[in-house]
Structures are given as structure tokens and as C-alpha cells.
């Protein structure tokens, strides 16, 4: 069984704990965290970056629900990560995941989606056919694409909402909890509503 490390103590990181251990497919053996008041988390040991012992055989995986954040540990730390898949979550054997995905419990991805890197399919969650996600980008539980959505990378899709078939989701973009996406959304701004209109950029 491959070793693991999870970068990251908060939420996110419980809920990827249990995601890899219902996997039955890697050992966990700690948790990265510079949080100085944080030890432990589902009794697994917290280290500092100090206290690591970095070994070839080791692999991670991001831990971390901020999209911005995820990002930017990511592109500073060179290092193997896996995929972690709840398996509840239905995954079409014509879909493509990247490299330190995490796909959470009942969500669903189907025929012809492609899903990049350090994404984040959240319980719950549907990845139409032949949906395309770029690198970094975080679905919320009980959020639906329809097919063909194109979500640009770091994009947040809030929880609970929906965006309508062929729709283009620009990068940076933050679609608020219960948005009804029917039009296309730039880059770079905050999205809510229904229908989801931009009422920041940033």
C-alpha cells in the first residue's frame, strides 16, 4: 500500500481523510500543518514542515479547500500526488481525472468530462458529459454541470448550483451557493444570482 502524506489540517483535509481511508488503497502516515495549536486530526500526528523526513517512497496530496492556496503550495513543492476517489462516487471510465484530484462521496462524473489537476469534486457533485475543468478548480456538494461546461482554472462553483449545458466559466471566477448559471462568466470576478450575473471583479 502507497504512503501519503495530506498537506493540510483544516476541514477539507477530515473529509479527505475519510475519502482515502474508505479507498483502502493508500496508508496515510501524517499530516503537514503549520498551525503551532494543531497535533492532531482524526488521530492522525500533525508535523511541521521542520518535522518532516522526506522520503522517496512518500507521495501527497493537497489537503486544502482554498482554491488560491492549493495553487500556490502546489506550484512551490515538487512532489508526487495522488488521486484520491470515494468509492460512492460513479466515475465513467471515458472521463479523464488529473493528478491530485480528489472526487468526494456520491459525486458523479460522466462520459467524455475532463477533470485537471488538484481539483475538487465535492460530495454530491455532477460532472456532465464532456464537461472540461482546468487545474485548481473546486465544485461544491450538490453542484450540477450540464454537458459541455468549460470552468476555467482556481474557479469556485458555490454549493448547490447549476449551470446549464455549453456555458464557458472563466478563470478566478466565484459562482455563488444556489447561482443559476445560463449566460457565460469572465475571468476574474464573483458571480451570484439567478441568473448568476457578476456583481464583483477582482
Known amino acids: 500500500m502507497e504512503k501519503v502524506i495530506i498537506i493540510g489540517g483544516g476541514g477539507h483535509a477530515k473529509v479527505l ?7 483502502n488503497m493508500f496508508e496515510i502516515i501524517s499530516v503537514l500543518d503549520d498551525n ?5 486530526i482524526l488521530n492522525y500526528k500533525v508535523l511541521r514542515r521542520t518535522e518532516l523526513n522526506f522520503q522517496n517512497d512518500v ?9 488560491v492556496t492549493r495553487k500556490k503550495i502546489a506550484e512551490k513543492l515538487s512532489a508526487e500526488y495522488i488521486t484520491a476517489v ?26 467524455g468530462a475532463v477533470i485537471g ?12 458529459h464532456d464537461c472540461v475543468l482546468e487545474d485548481f478548480v473546486h465544485v461544491s456538494p450538490n453542484a450540477a454541470l450540464s454537458g459541455a461546461v468549460k470552468i476555467g482554472s482556481a474557479s469556485h462553483i458555490g454549493i448547490g448550483a447549476n449551470v446549464i449545458q455549453n456555458i464557458n466559466i472563466g478563470s478566478n471566477v466565484t459562482i455563488g451557493s444556489g ?3 445560463i449566460s ?6 464573483t458571480a451570484v444570482g439567478i441568473p448568476a450575473k457578476p456583481i464583483k471583479f477582482h
Open 59 to 67: 507521495k501527497m496530496i493537497l489537503g486544502i479547500g482554498n482554491n
Open 17 to 23: 481523510i475519510d475519502c482515502i481511508e474508505t479507498q
Open 86 to 111: 470515494h468509492p460512492s462516487a460513479i466515475i465513467s471510465k471515458y472521463a479523464k481525472i488529473g493528478t491530485g484530484t480528489v472526487i468526494f462521496a456520491g459525486a458523479i462524473v460522466n462520459a
Open 36 to 40: 503551532p495549536d494543531l497535533h492532531e
Open 117 to 128: 489537476d488538484h481539483c475538487i469534486i465535492n460530495t454530491g457533485s455532477i460532472i456532465e
Open 184 to 189: 457565460d462568466i469572465p475571468d476574474n470576478c
Open 179 to 181: 447561482a443559476v448559471v
